[in-house]
């Protein structure tokens, strides 16, 4: 089973509006952490944010937001007030494991957003 | 600029031959990650070193092999290369062994 998806290969979104890209990830480990990663045309990977399985509220940086539903097994990531800038690579990541003591990391396909002005 | 450093940007070589890629972490920062971002596989995180020890592996091949320096700087050696190594390999650094990482710029490997 894959352990981090991201079923959205592409998205369009109108400048100004919110879009929401989804994650879900699959462990058995009870601790784990959550990333989103950007990754615009010119190829450098940026941290955007990070939760962690036993945080209770959802993590916010600043126009970003993370909607975790551990339940579900998902950590979507919200962009409020698109700009065109916003048009990158989007990649969902996993660390498995405690923060003192983890396996490896996960990376999803990623999903494309396209800003439209 | 996240303060992570990749040298080269580009790398081309012919199969079978053996290159050293090169990272420098942010100042401070004790954990070295090594990916592998190709085409058909995605990113693929290949290992981790945290104030010079091995932390952690993932799909790395036994052709290659990394280590992390007493300055903390890092170098990913591959060896006897194919075509399908061709790929962007990227360094990414952190404070401690979990936190969010920063990315260096990327090598692009071009094997022929």
């Known amino acids: 089973a894959q352990k981090i998806t991201q079923t959205q290969p592409g998205m369009f979104v109108q400048e100004k509006e919110a879009v929401t890209l989804d994650c879900t990830y699959d462990t058995s480990d009870p601790s784990y952490g959550l990333f989103w990663y950007k990754q615009p045309s010119s190829g450098e990977m940026i941290f955007l944010i990070y939760q962690g399985s036993y945080d209770q509220q959802n993590a916010t940086e600043g126009r970003y937001s993370l909607n975790f539903q551990k339940a579900r097994k998902s950590a979507n990531l919200v962009i409020s007030a698109s700009q065109l800038g916003d048009s990158a690579m989007y990649f969902c990541a996993m660390r498995e494991g405690s923060r003192y003591n983890f396996n490896k990391f996960y990376f999803g396909s990623g999903t494309k957003l396209n800003v439209k002005p | 600029d996240s303060g992570v450093t990749q040298t080269p940007k580009h790398l081309i070589t012919a199969t079978g031959q053996r290159v050293t890629l090169r990272c420098s972490p942010r100042?401070?920062?004790?954990?070295v990650y090594w990916y592998q971002q190709s085409l058909d596989q995605g990113l693929q995180f290949l290992i981790q070193y945290y104030n010079g020890e091995e932390r952690a592996k993932g799909n790395i091949l036994e052709r290659f092999s990394a280590q992390q320096f007493p300055d903390l700087h890092s170098e990913l050696n591959l060896s006897s290369l194919e075509l399908g190594d061709s790929a962007l390999y990227f360094c990414a650094s952190s404070l401690l062994a979990d936190n969010e990482q920063f990315f260096g710029p990327g090598t692009r490997l071009t094997v022929l």
């Open positions: 100042s401070g920062d004790l954990s």
